[in-house]
């Protein structure tokens, strides 16, 4: 019954300068629901939340809450509605503490003064009703990021929201801290509060979705209720076509020669030293929990954060990064699990971006060669299927997919003899998965080293020649590909069970 949503969306539709964002689209809402919302990166999920949130007008459409037409003119208005939106990148003060954040912008006073002493008491209220004990004095900087989550719900919560946004609220969480998210969901629910869903993780989606609605090229071209979901149903929907494989065909068992060897590696604040070898096009995947030192490793071996001992050699020749530029130069190259703060410079161009790490290759006397600039970035953009109008497009206004791809294409114009990945696909559409799956195996055919870490135990069995499991900052075994199943990966990563650790090392 149309009177049973508490949100309805027609119509709407965004254009930006050779863009259609939006085309026409339907949104519905029922008090109590959740509602996935998916689409591979630039299907326009982004840009719907945006105009919803109060962040962005639309050009045609109009917004209805409780059956009554409303316009949003900036956040404030879409707030007063109830309606708030919780970004990937968490929007906290870290130098604040949790009752600060939860109420900057609307903080109580007294007499013209904070009223610090209501603020921690209404704090404590809204912490409890997230399931979190810590103290609303706490600093928010010394929390964790599933802590930090729940102070982003209880921060919407001191809104009196009635439609809460997530977006890809687990991106970041241990499994321990999206249980709790997922609770918290729950408990939600049962008080009445709508909830939008943004995920690329199937799994959540089933699990918690009353309803999807997938967006395609700005589109709505689905619905399917909750007995209807399923994998496939959705990724036919978000990509317009059956993908049914969706990691490239495993090569055959083959004896890489080492081209990178890391012996008795001491990373800062690791309790002991790493040693591994990683062979001449082969894919190792790096598997463990949040927190297991694998981020870490990459860094010391990127130069980022110098070690403490040991070697590294590459080719045989020995070599002892202090810092990123030393790396680069041997042809070992990083993309970063935070793109966007470590990836990429957002204001610029993807031209910019992609020419930047090689910058004395496009300038061989004065002036930068902006006509090889833009050649070679043409070339990644149509290479990697970068979705923008042209390289001239500013990388902040790319979907996480797309940008993800530009960090990709910056390091493959450089020919990388080692190319790190650490997350490669996070928060990226299925589509856009599949693409940089199939981009890594063709690399690694070409020679090229990859050290892939992941989070996501069916990417690192589907596409990693051995495995490397690290726990509290150890490397507790190495597993050959046939030899590694979820169970074996997950006693190592965890300490449980009884296997042998010296498999494949």
């Known amino acids: 019954m149309a009177e049973d949503y508490i949100l309805r969306m027609r119509g709407v539709t965004k254009r930006f300068p050779g863009v259609t964002a939006l085309e026409n689209v339907d949104l519905e809402l029922r008090s109590g629901e959740v509602l996935a919302l998916m689409g591979e990166n630039g299907a326009g999920k982004s840009t719907l939340m945006k105009i919803l949130g109060g962040a962005q007008p639309p050009d045609q459409g109009e917004l209805a809450i409780d059956g009554k037409v409303v316009e949003f ?164 929907m978000m990509v317009g076509r059956e993908l049914t494989n969706w990691y490239p065909p495993l090569r055959p068992k083959a004896d890489y020669p080492a081209i990178l060897q890391v012996k008795n590696l001491v990373v800062p604040g690791a309790p002991c030293a790493v040693s591994f070898e990683a062979g001449k096009g082969e894919i190792v995947g790096f598997a463990g929990l949040v927190g297991s030192g694998r981020t870490e490793l990459m860094q010391t071996i990127f130069g980022t954060t110098p070690p403490l001992g040991g070697t590294l050699s590459l080719e045989g020749q020995a070599f002892a990064p202090r810092r990123p530029r030393d790396a680069i130069n041997h042809g070992i190259y990083l993309a970063p699990e935070d793109r966007k703060h470590h990836g990429l410079v957002l204001p610029m161009s993807i ?119 690290m726990r509290e900052r150890r490397l507790e075994g190495i597993l050959p590909r046939d030899q590694a199943t979820q169970e074996r990966i997950a006693a190592l990563m965890t300490g449980a069970g009884k296997i042998d650790k010296s498999i494949g090392v």
């Not at 946004?165 to 918290?184: A, N, R, V, Y």
């Not at 650490?422 to 020679?447: C, H, N, S, W």
């Open 73 to 236: 003119r900036n956040v404030s208005d879409s707030r007063r509605h109830g309606i708030v939106l919780v970004h990937q990148e968490l929007m906290l003060a870290s130098n604040l503490d949790v009752a600060g954040n939860i109420f900057l912008g609307s903080e109580k006073s007294r007499w013209g003064l904070l009223n610090r002493r209501a603020m921690r008491s209404a704090s404590e209220s809204l912490l409890h009703r997230v399931g979190m004990s810590c103290s609303p004095s706490t600093l928010v900087g010394s929390l964790t990021p599933g802590q930090m989550q729940m102070v982003e719900i209880a921060k919407a919560l001191s809104h009196k929201a009635r439609i809460l946004i997530l977006d890809e609220p687990t991106s970041s969480l241990t499994l321990t801290e999206s249980e709790q998210l997922f609770k918290i969901i729950g408990d939600l629910k049962r008080d009445g509060i709508a909830i939008i869903y943004i995920s690329h993780r199937m799994e959540e989606v089933k699990r918690l979705a009353d309803r999807v609605i997938v967006l395609r090229d700005g589109k709505r071209v689905g619905e399917l209720e909750h007995d209807q979901i399923t994998q496939n149903k959705i990724v036919s």
């Open 351 to 469: 031209a910019q971006n992609i020419s930047m790490p090689d910058i004395q290759n496009y300038k061989p006397r004065i002036w930068l060669q902006r006509g090889h600039e833009l050649a070679v970035a043409k070339k990644q953009l149509e290479s990697l299927r970068i979705k923008a109008p042209s390289v001239k497009y500013r990388v902040g206004s790319l979907s996480g997919g797309n940008q993800q791809k530009v960090v990709l294409g910056k390091w493959l114009a450089m020919r990388p003899k080692v190319l790190i990945l650490d997350e490669p696909t996070r928060g990226v559409d299925v589509g856009a998965k599949a693409e940089i799956y199939r981009e890594m195996m063709e690399l690694a055919q070409q020679g090229i080293t990859i050290l892939m870490v992941s989070s996501e135990m069916e990417e690192v069995l589907g596409m990693s020649d051995r495995i490397v499991v």
